[in-house]
């Protein structure tokens, strides 16, 4: 069975189509990448499956472990294991970082979260005392909320643009930790319009103008959207015929 299927999922917005059945699933123990260039409907459709407000009103269903989901709050999704990073403003902003991973992993020790935090290359010692707000670095904060989903331990986790914002040597260890997300049974899903990004993901969807283009393994979908989608010769819309041809 699926960890999560999404069926038939459309989302309108201010009378724009922002995602157009979208259908998929995501089997279990994998990274997964959904690419497309700006605009195409990636974090709307994480949005959607983490159930933020103004993502509520869809068409079509989504469906985690089996149970139609869509009338769920985003605590009751959180419970059931999905979480979503990187979204603005940060959970539970201004609290101490200590507080903040206690939060995220509740039920969870403090030394799980302490090492939660050094995986993510920041010393307990320096950071578990400072605030999470705006005297943390961009690079410093992702990685705080990365050390938070760690430290949950989800079923299903949607990392949007894991490389905005982070220098190399911290999107490298963000790349790490996802592994390790991985090896500890979690099932990823990396939103990007990156290649390099989605290089480190075992399968992909392609999005394109709020619509599911293809999917397939990385070594499948990689070629179609270095060389069609960047310059992007169709500006959002696909010419019939050249989906599928990789
Ligand atoms: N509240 C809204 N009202 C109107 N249009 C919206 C709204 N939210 C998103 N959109 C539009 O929906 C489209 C998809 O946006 P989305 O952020 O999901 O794309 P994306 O693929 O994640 O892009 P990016 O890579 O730039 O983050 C865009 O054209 C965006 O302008």
């Known amino acids: 069975m699926a960890l999560l299927s999404v069926r038939h999922l459309s989302l309108t917005k201010e009378g724009k189509t922002i995602l ?5 699933d995501i089997e279990p123990g994998y990274v997964y990448a959904v690419v497309g260039p700006n605009g195409a409907g990636k974090s709307s459709l994480a949005a959607v499956i983490m159930g933020l407000h103004g993502y509520r009103e869809i068409e079509g269903e989504i469906i985690f ?3 139609r989901i869509n009338d769920l709050s985003i605590d009751e999704r959180a419970r059931r294991g999905i979480t979503l990073a990187w979204q603005e ?3 539970f902003d201004g609290l101490p970082v200590r507080e903040y991973l206690r939060l995220s992993a509740k039920g969870h020790s403090d030394e799980e979260a302490e090492q939660a935090l050094m995986l993510v290359g920041l010393d307990p010692a320096r950071y578990l005392t400072r605030k999470v707000d705006q005297t943390l670095s961009g690079g410093e904060r992702k990685r705080v909320e990365l050390a938070a ?7 299903l986790a949607l990392l949007d643009e894991p490389d905005s914002g982070v220098d190399i040597d911290a999107v490298e260890r963000i790349f790490d930790v996802i592994r390790y997300l991985k090896e500890q049974g979690t099932t990823v899903v990396l939103v990007t319009h990156s290649a390099h990004v989605l290089t ?10 709020g619509k599911l283009l293809r999917e397939g393994t990385v070594e499948e979908i990689l070629p179609y959207f270095s060389s069609r989608c960047y310059p992007c010769n169709h500006p959002n819309s696909p ?3 050249e989906v599928g041809s990789a």
Do not use: I, Q, W, Y
């Open 89 to 91: 403003p940060a959970r």
């Open 149 to 155: 989903v760690v430290a949950m331990r989800p079923k």
């Open 20 to 24: 157009h059945d979208v259908c998929l």
């Open 239 to 241: 010419v019939p015929g």
């Open 200 to 209: 480190h993901a075992d399968r992909a969807f392609l999005m394109c103008n």
């Open 65 to 67: 472990e089996g149970e």
